[in-house]
């Protein structure tokens, strides 16, 4: 996970507009930390509970839905609706 976190930064580092750099430790990111930290670790508890109680077939469907609680946790926690291409793809 904390591999995962730094590989994020580092792709955005990278990918952020010349005049415009990426901050990671600005104000309006910072301030979701605790609440994304909170979800993350319920997800991760969940996903213990269900390879606990569940067949293997059936976490695996519940894996593949992560990227609607992802979109469901955006949209909840930063007011951010995800564009028509992304509700496609997903």
Avoid at 6 to 20: D, E, F, H, R
Avoid at 45 to 63: D, G
Avoid at 75 to 82: D, Q
Wanted: net charge positive; hydrophobic share 50%.
């Amino acid at each position: 996970l904390l591999v995962e976190c730094w590989a994020t930064v580092l792709a955005l580092v990278l990918s952020a507009p010349a005049g415009k750099p990426y901050k990671p430790f600005s104000w309006p990111i910072l301030r979701h930390l605790p609440l994304v930290t909170l979800a993350k670790a319920m997800n991760m508890y969940l996903s213990f509970v269900a390879m606990k109680r569940t067949s293997l077939p059936v976490y695996n469907v519940l894996k593949r839905l992560q990227p609607v609680y992802a979109m469901v946790q955006d949209w909840l926690i930063r007011g951010s609706l995800a564009s028509g291409g992304e509700l496609l793809g997903v």
